[in-house]
């Protein structure tokens, strides 16, 4: 038989609750028990305080206790006080009428002479310093002329006091019947309770596993299962998001593919047709779109490997001035062919180091001037600025004219994003430059932020973390 999550914890709570049951049962019963013979005891020892006062009456200085000697019924009228009433008989014999009726009369009271001797002659005496016996003393002029001693009950007895302990007895096993029962319900329901947030889950994923990305669960209060619904409400939305996204990337790389073969197509077509011949223009046409779809495969390749993280090393000590020096000289020549004049604001004699990937931060730094070249105005300008402080290294990259709308500044690392008319792909881009620079920089631990720039066109802020070298 398959044990659920709702047997185990259902007979988990039942049982706790019977265990419970059981020893209050148990122990209330000791107590109440104990607590009501320490009750008639002590009610015992108040009467006998009174049957002393009393007997001291029956004492005198010269013959002591001899009065209750020869007249022990005297002594018998006294106990009456207490219960302890000899049953009524004929009398025996005068000679052995103290000691038979002493065995039935005092087998638990015993009068008991100042210096402790019994009064009464008494078979058991060794019993009265036994722990059960106390003492009540008897005085006279606040001088003890005696003592009653009384034997304590270790059960209860007598009709009232046990019909009394019986019937609240039978109302406590009765009381215990009822909680038992009402245990058993709150366990069930309870249980149910619980377990409902794990139904909704285990429905939940069942949808997600047919593809259903629309799944939302109800939740509930604070706690722990609640928190869990709130992680698979989140779980469910990002897959809804990374199967849109997913399926927005295969449509816009079947796209960007489509454009550069839908043209190689049509001009070969053409030249086979005779419409065009194979004049040096035409196969430099097509050679452009050959090498299109070159840079849009190398990019979707270099974007795979910075998503894995394989071709990234952060281990090694780089100099990210000496980095930028190297970039910016060998893009001097192509920035001078459309007039844009480059800036730097920083001291390209001062060293600035982290640990590294040389040659994936090459690449960041060479993708935003590229990116910078493509889409700034002929007389435009660039600026570049590398500052240091005690946590992080700050590369600023900032380009004129055009700029970016607002609204587009949060998509530019999304891949194969484009801005429309001025940042097209006319220019030539394929659209996944920035988001190779995103994962470079999210690989080394930094923050990648694109602003609009006070030279009119796009800023480019990288905070990269110093760690130790």
């Known amino acids: 038989m398959r044990l659920t999550i709702f047997h185990k914890l259902f007979v988990s709570l039942l049982l706790t609750s019977m265990i419970m049951v059981l020893g209050m049962a148990l122990l209330i019963n000791h107590s109440f028990q104990s607590g009501l013979q320490t009750y008639l005891n002590q009610r015992e020892v108040e009467k006998l305080k009174v049957v002393a006062l009393q007997v001291s009456q029956y004492y005198s200085a010269q013959n002591g206790w001899q009065m209750l000697k020869e007249q022990p019924h005297l002594w018998e009228n006294l106990l009456t006080h207490i219960g302890e009433q000899a049953p009524q008989r004929r009398r025996p014999r005068a000679e052995h009428f103290q000691s038979r009726r002493s065995m039935q009369l005092h087998q638990r009271i015993h009068l008991l002479n100042a210096q402790g001797q019994p009064?009464?002659?008494?078979?058991?005496?060794?019993?009265?310093?036994?722990?059960?016996?106390?003492?009540?003393?008897?005085?006279?002029?606040?001088?003890?002329?005696?003592?009653?001693?009384?034997?304590?009950?270790?059960?209860?007895?007598?009709?009232?006091?046990?019909?009394?302990?019986?019937?609240?007895?039978?109302?406590?096993?009765?009381?215990?019947?009822?909680?038992?029962?009402?245990?058993?319900?709150?366990?069930?329901l309870l249980v149910r309770h619980f377990l409902q947030p794990l139904k909704s889950l285990h429905a939940g994923a069942k949808a997600l596993q047919q593809g259903d990305y629309q799944q939302q669960i109800a939740v509930r209060g604070n706690d722990e299962l609640a928190e869990l619904s709130q992680t698979f409400n989140s779980l469910t939305r990002t897959l809804k998001?990374?199967?849109?996204?997913?399926?927005?990337?295969?449509?816009?790389?079947?796209?960007?593919?489509?454009?550069?073969?839908?043209?190689?197509?049509?001009?070969?077509?053409?030249?086979?047709?005779?419409?065009?011949?194979?004049?040096?223009?035409?196969?430099?046409?097509?050679?452009?779109?050959?090498?299109?779809?070159?840079?849009?495969?190398?990019?979707?390749?270099?974007?795979?490997?910075?998503?894995?993280?394989?071709?990234?090393?952060?281990?090694?000590?780089?100099?990210?001035?000496?980095?930028?020096?190297?970039?910016?000289?060998?893009?001097?020549?192509?920035?001078?062919?459309?007039?844009?004049?480059?800036?730097?604001?920083?001291?390209?004699?001062?060293?600035?180091?982290?640990?590294?990937?040389?040659k994936s931060l090459t690449q960041l730094i060479a993708n935003i001037f590229e990116n910078s070249y493509r889409y700034t105005d002929p007389g435009g300008s660039m600026q570049i600025s590398l500052q240091q402080s005690n946590k992080n290294i700050e590369l600023i990259i900032e380009d004129s004219a055009p700029g970016?709308?607002?609204?587009?500044?949060?998509?530019?690392?999304?891949?194969?994003?484009?801005?429309?008319?001025?940042?097209?792909?006319?220019?030539?881009?394929?659209?996944?430059?920035?988001?190779?620079?995103?994962?470079?920089?999210?690989?080394?631990?930094?923050?990648?932020?694109?602003?609009?720039?006070?030279?009119?066109?796009?800023?480019?802020?990288?905070?990269?973390?110093?760690?130790?070298?």
């Open 119 to 188: 009064v009464f002659n008494y078979s058991n005496r060794h019993i009265y310093s036994d722990a059960n016996f106390i003492k009540v003393p008897i005085t006279d002029n606040d001088n003890t002329i005696g003592w009653i001693s009384f034997r304590q009950k270790q059960a209860i007895t007598g009709a009232l006091a046990e019909s009394f302990f019986k019937q609240q007895l039978n109302n406590f096993y009765l009381i215990a019947a009822w909680v038992a029962l009402f245990s058993f319900i709150v366990a069930g």
């Open 241 to 358: 998001q990374q199967k849109e996204s997913r399926e927005q990337w295969l449509a816009d790389i079947s796209h960007e593919l489509r454009t550069p073969i839908a043209v190689l197509l049509s001009e070969i077509e053409a030249m086979e047709d005779g419409i065009r011949q194979p004049e040096p223009k035409y196969i430099s046409s097509l050679h452009n779109q050959v090498m299109t779809l070159r840079h849009l495969v190398d990019d979707l390749y270099q974007l795979s490997l910075s998503d894995s993280g394989v071709n990234i090393d952060r281990s090694e000590k780089v100099d990210l001035t000496q980095l930028l020096e190297m970039v910016a000289n060998q893009s001097e020549a192509r920035l001078a062919e459309k007039n844009i004049h480059l800036k730097r604001l920083y001291d390209s004699s001062k060293a600035v180091m982290l640990k590294g990937d040389g």
């Open 404 to 469: 970016v709308p607002q609204e587009s500044l949060p998509k530019l690392f999304e891949r194969l994003y484009r801005v429309d008319k001025s940042r097209s792909r006319a220019n030539g881009g394929s659209g996944l430059g920035l988001s190779i620079c995103e994962n470079i920089v999210n690989a080394h631990g930094g923050k990648i932020v694109a602003e609009h720039s006070p030279l009119g066109g796009l800023k480019i802020s990288i905070s990269l973390p110093i760690k130790d070298i």
